[in-house]
């Protein structure tokens, strides 16, 4: 159980491109996600907390202009990475917040997607 | 949010017990403490959880003091495959349950 399916696992695109990326639980009913950044040898930076049906709090220095995350249903999550540039290459990972019952402590995490920026 | 101190690394052999400690000074009174370990390109998987004294599932144990400014995560007889990143969180559950993530301790081990 408590299987979160995060896609595509790898993007590489041009700069000046947007990319969407899909974070769905599986067998479980989310009411928090989030969404991580992480670059090579370093720990996972939280970029946005998104609940069902409101809109994303943003951590600070992240613009919610481009990265977009829609949290439009207790199983789906996505982040949209807008007019994306090198500097934008990273490791994305989201993670969800069961809704209910002891496990609702518990994040469990998505496989995480390799954003190449060209 | 409390801050966690792990060692920045360790290193065992195959077949011996890993200890990993965590201090956590500032916990508060809702904090429960989640170990996560992580391969690299992948997401964090989640190992143990727990509020206070010993907990233990089939992967692992871990143990907090009755202070609970502490943890340290137990894993029995190690193989290579347990070469990974281990982090040590502390979150409130009665908010969003946001994470801060420190730099984990990376646990390498040898044949």
């Known amino acids: 159980g408590a299987v979160v399916s995060q896609h595509p696992s790898r993007v590489i695109c041009k700069s000046g491109t947007s990319v969407k990326i899909e974070c769905r639980s599986l067998d479980f009913q989310a009411t928090t996600m989030f969404w991580y950044r992480q670059f090579p040898k370093q720990s996972l930076m939280l970029m946005a907390t998104s609940n069902e049906g409101s809109k994303a709090t943003y951590e600070q220095g992240v613009e919610k202009d481009k990265f977009l995350i829609n949290h439009a249903s207790l199983t789906l999550s996505t982040l949209t990475v807008t007019s994306a540039h090198p500097e934008d290459s990273s490791f994305y990972i989201c993670?969800?917040?069961?809704?209910?019952?002891?496990?609702?402590?518990?994040?469990?995490f998505g496989a995480g997607t390799r954003l190449s920026v060209l | 949010l409390a801050k966690t101190t792990q060692p920045i690394s360790m290193d065992s052999y195959e077949g011996q017990e890993v200890n990993i400690t965590c201090s956590h000074n500032?916990?508060?009174?809702?904090?429960?403490i989640t170990w996560y370990q992580q391969f690299p390109s992948q997401g964090p998987r989640f190992i143990i959880q727990g509020y206070k004294t010993k907990v233990t599932n089939e992967v692992a144990s871990r143990f907090i003091p009755a202070d609970r400014k502490s943890s340290t995560l137990s894993l029995p007889r190690v193989s290579l495959s347990d070469t990974a990143v281990y982090y040590c969180?502390?979150?409130?559950?009665?908010?969003?349950?946001?994470?801060?993530w420190g730099a984990g301790t990376k646990l390498i081990i040898k044949p």
């Open positions: 500032n916990i508060a009174t809702n904090d429960y």
């Open positions: 969180l502390v979150g409130d559950t009665d908010s969003n349950y946001q994470l801060i």
């Open positions: 993670s969800a917040r069961p809704l209910a019952g002891l496990a609702k402590n518990i994040q469990y």
